[in-house]
């Protein structure tokens, strides 16, 4: 799949110029889609795995998608503080939940797609208190 016809940004390793990563970035700026060393190979090539972001109207990562994988590899939900409920009158404007697909391989070409399930929940609790009670 690769970078959607955009140039990426490459970089490179400075004692033999070896790709390192490559970074596509949209129009205003924000990182779009990323090509990293994924079969540690060490090196960045056509068998390494690209991976694509998808933003909110805040320009916050909501999704992660592999290649042309249908179904998300991990999804994130803020916190929305603030009076109006989207949080710009507030610090308190962090990831508070992130569900990830666990168990279909980020790069495994043995697990070619993901399966659509995200099976690992991470989750923000603030203002919890352990006081002990079991």
């Not at 970074?23 to 889609?33: A, E, F």
């Amino acid at each position: 799949m690769g970078n959607r016809g955009a140039t990426p940004r490459k970089v490179n390793d400075t004692s033999d110029q070896s790709l390192v990563a490559e970074y596509v970035y949209n129009g205003l700026g924000y990182r779009i889609s990323v090509h990293q060393d994924t079969d540690t190979d060490g090196d960045v090539d056509a068998n390494d795995k690209w991976y694509h972001f998808v933003y909110d109207d805040n320009w916050r990562i909501v999704a992660t998608f592999r290649e042309d994988d249908t179904s998300p590899k991990e999804q994130f939900v803020y916190h929305n503080a603030g009076l109006d409920g989207k949080g710009e009158s507030s610090y308190i404007d962090s990831v508070i939940l992130r569900d990830k697909n666990a168990n279909s391989g980020w790069t495994s070409a043995l697990l070619p797609v993901a399966d659509g399930t995200l099976e690992e929940r991470r989750y923000l609790c603030q203002n919890c208190i352990d006081r002990g009670h079991r």
